[in-house]
């Protein structure tokens, strides 16, 4: 899971993902960790704001994060890139070495079958409030189930 600052969007998706996978009878066969493509806040815990949105939706909040800078090898290591908006994703694009299949890179959203084509991005809700932190935590959520069905049907 990608974002910008990787103390809000992605570190939510990696919980909610984290908790689906492990739902789904999954945890042994899938790792789900979180990344910005940005190294303001390297080391830093998820924002406040992100951790009260997923306690207040019941989810474990992430007390152990910290957040990382995504490298090379973490994109060359990851089998899936799942990236909150499409500049997260140019930047990913910017770190795969050689010829490599990029199609492992891609926009969370596009996961969400509901997800209207054109507005398919999880969007950045730092500068924003806690409603807005609710609003993102629902899209990552509905792109999370989305996401753990087709995993579901990949390993079958
Ligand atoms: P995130 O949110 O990408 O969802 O972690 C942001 C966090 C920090 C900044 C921007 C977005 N920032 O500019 O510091």
Redesign the pocket.
């Known amino acids: 899971m990608v974002?910008?600052?990787?103390?809000?969007?992605?570190?939510?998706a990696a919980v909610v993902g984290r908790a689906m996978v492990e739902e789904a009878g999954l945890g042994e066969r899938f790792l789900v960790e979180s990344f910005?493509?940005?190294g303001?806040?390297v080391g830093e815990a998820a924002?406040r704001r992100?951790v009260a949105a997923l306690r207040r939706r019941g989810w474990p909040a992430g007390d152990a994060h910290r957040?990382r800078r995504i490298t090379p090898d973490d994109v060359a290591d990851c089998e899936l890139v799942l990236c909150?908006d499409r500049s997260?994703v140019d930047q990913v694009l910017r770190l795969v070495r050689g010829p490599r299949d990029r199609s492992h890179i891609q926009l969370l959203r596009s996961f969400d079958p509901a997800a209207p084509p054109g507005d398919d991005e999880?969007p950045?809700?730092?500068?924003g409030d806690s409603s807005d932190f609710d609003h993102?935590l629902e899209l990552i959520e509905a792109a999370c189930r989305g996401l753990v069905e087709r995993l579901a049907v990949a390993v079958r």
């Open positions: 974002c910008l600052g990787n103390i809000c969007r992605s570190p939510m910005g493509t940005a303001y806040h924002d992100a957040a909150a997260n999880v950045d809700p730092w500068g993102t």
